[in-house]
């Protein structure tokens, strides 16, 4: 499929241009842990989300798409990012090779859901392949196409995203060679279909993921006190691992490496990747982002050091944490569905220049994955033009709003001040709000004896 075609596709939803409403809610610097779910229950949560999206979110993208069949092939410890989201609790692994077929058979009728594969997926697609009258698992997949003369074939391999091209090489080929010319003709890229069942946010799992942000604002409110740092003994690295080491004590994942960085008065830059010593005065920023019940958080939040005989960071500093939330104003007003990232961005930028501020945006979807599938909204190293920021804003996708304002400290002396987030959010197609609120006052550390 080509980019250009890939970009333009038809929206599951009408599209328009709606003028959007912002939620500004305020995160809490230190707010209480929501109750962790044990294994069971996770599981249970996750394959009822997961029925609920195979029923519905799949067959809508398909029949929007005008493609009638959508196969997905797998292979153990080399998922598709697609069919890892579609393996249910106790499904870990596609187990040797799993394919999945997704047929349209049209009229109204249910999309079927088929596997072929040894293993089978318990409940969630029907098993289709009987080893015993046809041990070859390629001719059995030929077999079940052929039974349905679809219009349409895709498979998941794209140039633009990684997120749709989960289909190795070599799989690709031994796919084509059971195939008749006249089913190779049918074959399409399925990147609207991995981009979208991947980006889409249904209405059972938005009603979760307040908690799951709110857990990941709560170990960071923890890290972000006096009882976790000791000005001029805990070194910002140290800080580092103990988030990694307090989302596994609390049965949680981390999806990257978190990091922790300090700015102080007279010290230009940012210090970040070697151990620094935490002094008061300092202005920390730490990213942050946890995986549970199968979604990431992406968290940027900004804290300062306290000196003896303050009770807040100096008015600079605060103006610049405001200066940061008109960025994301400018940012979030510019949601439209329909239009690009890169359309996002441009208007943002100018309507963020134009109120004095002195944007670097770099926003991305959010969901199964930290850096989720959809479009982008800059780079840091790029405030123009990005090649997948051309795909076209949809409703119900969750967003991580990242970017920076620079500002002048005058209490630093005029130093420049970068002040960095990020936040979660969630656009329905009129309105972008933060999942648990946003960041407007620094977290601050006090030093405890």
């Known amino acids: 499929m080509s980019m250009r075609f890939a970009l333009t596709l038809p929206l599951l939803f009408a599209c328009a241009t709606p003028a959007v409403a912002q939620d500004q809610g305020e995160a809490s610097t230190s707010p209480a842990y929501p109750r962790i779910a044990p294994e069971r229950e996770r599981a249970d949560i996750r394959d009822a989300w997961l029925k609920e999206r195979l029923d519905t979110v799949a067959p809508a993208l398909m029949r929007e798409h005008g493609i009638d069949m959508w196969v ?24 040797r090779r799993t394919i999945l ?11 079927e859901r088929l596997v072929i594969s040894k293993h089978g997926m318990g409940e969630m697609f029907a098993g289709s392949w009987d080893m015993d009258k046809q041990p070859d698992q390629w001719k059995r997949l030929a077999e079940v196409i052929s039974e349905r003369n679809p219009k349409k074939i895709a498979l998941n391999t794209s140039s633009l995203l990684a997120f749709a091209d989960g289909m190795t090489y070599s ?17 399409v890229s399925g990147f609207p279909l991995a981009i979208g069942w991947l980006e889409t946010r249904t209405a059972a799992e938005m009603k979760r993921y307040p908690e799951i942000v709110r857990i990941a604002h709560a170990i960071i409110g923890e890290g972000f006190s006096g009882k976790v740092i000791k000005p001029g003994v805990t070194t910002n690295l140290d800080l580092v691992w103990w988030y990694r080491q307090r989302v596994r004590d609390l049965g949680l994942d981390s999806w990257f490496q978190p990091s922790v960085s300090v ?25 942050f982002g946890i995986v549970y019940l199968g979604f990431n958080t992406d968290t940027q939040h900004m804290a300062y050091v306290l000196r003896d005989g303050e009770s807040d960071a ?35 930028r100018a309507k963020a220049i134009a109120q004095g ?16 599938a959809g479009s982008a909204i800059g780079l840091s190293e790029e405030q123009n033009f990005v090649p997948h920021g051309e795909y076209r804003l949809r409703p119900n996708i969750a967003w991580s709003i990242e970017l ?26 009129k309105t972008v709000r933060y999942i648990d609120g946003r960041q407007t006052k620094f977290h601050l550390i006090r030093a405890e004896d």
């Open 101 to 111: 077929v997704f047929f349209d058979p049209g009229n109204g009728k249910p999309v």
């Open 404 to 429: 920076t304002a620079t500002a002048a400290v005058p209490e630093w002396d005029g130093q420049t001040v970068a002040f960095q987030s990020e936040e979660d959010a969630f656009f329905d197609g």
């Open 357 to 372: 501020l002195e944007p670097r945006i770099y926003s991305h979807p959010i969901g199964y994955h930290g850096h989720g």
């Open 314 to 348: 100096p008015a600079g500093l605060k103006a610049g944490l405001l200066a940061n939330n008109g960025v994301q104003d400018a940012v979030t007003s510019e949601f439209r569905v329909g239009r690009t990232g890169n359309e996002v961005l441009a208007a943002a």
């Open 72 to 95: 997905l092939v797998a292979r153990e410890y080399l998922e598709d990012p697609v069919v890892s989201t579609m393996l249910n609790a106790t499904n870990l692994r596609a187990r």
């Open 171 to 187: 799989q690709y080929n031994d796919l084509l060679a059971v195939l008749t010319p006249e089913q190779k003709s049918r074959v």
């Open 263 to 287: 700015q102080r008065r007279g010290t230009p830059g940012i210090l970040r990747e070697e151990a620094s010593v935490i002094e008061k005065g300092d202005m920390l920023r730490v990213d």
